[in-house]
């Protein structure tokens, strides 16, 4: 049997501006290259009160990397208020990249869309003008609060039209069937395990300094500030004192946090180390001996999975996606929001810690997660649709 062709449309996508965003759909794609041949086709627009990035920014360019065949198409939205000529200029822009695609690399068998609105909806653009099949992943935290509200009559349109829809998650997936869709299966992330498989020395009770870890984007829907609370409450009023957080990320409310983290005296207790790039996330996660997700929301996490890779167990939040994948053996789930709840959780695991075992956590991983057997999924699915719409 041939190989299939299939054209990956992200919603977002890594950029020279922004190298993190979307950078899963990138790791993503190139991963399933190994089994099918696989173009990306991304589209971004830019404002017109961005007069220097549209000066600067090449409107179609064109690359091969890690053999992934990749086509941007940038282009200036005049009407981004009004959702209905913005939506007829990036369909046309859509068209175009689409067009310039297929003479360097074929017509694709199947679109595979990440994100309900915009890609998902230029998925079925383009399928209806070109008779491609499509399918979605669905990965928004904002599904419901935004792609079904304001972008709703394009996003249930998607939703009638698709071939076949897929969430990173139970909790998404339920949002979705929500919707009146009835097909719609969970297939999570999946990572390079290859990345975090270091070994860990065993860690020595209370004899040692316990390493807590923190990744994300420092925004409040991360939970930082309840995070930071608990820290506290488990230092100054359970008299934990052999604890060091390490926070890693960006964003605009890193200043708001080390100011509350100073307002809470914990100086000495939690670093700042902002940006790290993501080949080096391994090592941080490494020297770590417990990851905390503590997001009011979070559609599947993949710092989860990628710290379990590393053999360290996970505190999470009951926020969406970490429900999924945490079980008694790799960690603890506790209630999002709540202070008292976090403050238990982490207690909890430092008090029982050698009941986590670095070789089962990782196998668990490689079991569920692991790049080979999610990709194979996902190719079962590109084929059997294929085979379906032929």
């Not at 190989?3 to 922004?18: A, C, F, G, T």
């Not at 979307?22 to 991963?31: N, P, R, S």
């Not at 139970?170 to 992330?189: A, Y």
């Not at 238990?344 to 057997?373: L, W």
Request: glycine share 6%.
């Amino acid at each position: 049997m041939r190989r299939l062709k299939v054209l990956i449309l992200p919603s977002w996508y890594p950029s020279e501006d922004n190298p993190i965003r979307g950078i899963f759909l990138k790791e993503q794609a190139e991963a399933l290259n190994q089994y099918v041949d696989v173009a990306v086709l991304s589209v971004n627009s830019i404002r017109l009160n961005q007069p220097r990035k549209i000066i600067h920014t090449k409107r179609k360019v064109t690359n091969r990397e890690n053999g992934l065949f990749t086509f941007k198409l940038n282009y200036v939205n005049w009407a981004p208020k009004i959702t209905i000529l913005s939506n007829k200029i990036y369909e046309k822009r859509l068209i175009e990249g689409y067009q310039e695609v297929i003479k360097k690399f074929g017509v694709p068998d199947l679109i595979h869309a990440h994100v309900s609105y915009p890609a998902g909806y230029g998925a079925m653009v383009l399928s209806n003008k070109f008779k491609v099949p499509y399918m979605v992943t669905e990965h928004a935290s904002f599904f419901e609060n935004t792609l079904m509200t304001k972008y709703s009559s394009y996003t249930k349109e998607t939703l009638i039209k698709a071939d076949y829809y897929s969430a990173v998650s139970s909790d998404l997936k339920n949002k979705i069937v929500k919707t009146g869709r009835k097909q719609c299966e969970v297939i999570p992330n999946f990572i390079n395990t290859e990345k975090f498989n270091s070994t860990k020395k065993p860690k020595d009770g209370y004899n040692n300094i316990f390493n807590l870890v923190h990744v994300s984007v420092m925004k409040y829907i991360k939970g930082i500030d309840i995070l930071l609370r608990s820290l506290h409450n488990v230092i100054y009023s359970n008299k934990y004192e052999n604890v060091h957080l390490h926070l890693i990320g960006y964003g605009a409310e890193k200043q708001k946090y080390e100011n509350l983290a100073e307002e809470l005296n914990l100086q000495e207790f939690c670093t700042f180390h902002g940006r790290v790039d993501n080949n080096n996330l391994g090592n941080y996660l490494n020297s770590s001996d417990i990851l905390i997700i503590s997001s009011r929301s979070e559609t599947f996490g993949v710092v989860g999975i990628e710290a379990m890779a590393s053999g360290i167990p996970v505190i999470a939040t009951r926020c969406g996606g970490p429900e999924d994948y945490i079980k008694d053996a790799v960690g603890i789930l506790v209630e999002k929001e709540s202070v008292d709840s976090l403050s238990e959780g982490i207690i909890e695991m430092i008090k029982n810690y050698d009941k986590y075992d670095a070789s089962v956590i990782k196998k668990y991983v490689n079991d569920n997660y692991s790049t080979k057997v999610v990709c194979e999924k996902i190719i079962d699915i590109y084929q059997k649709l294929v085979l379906y719409n032929s």
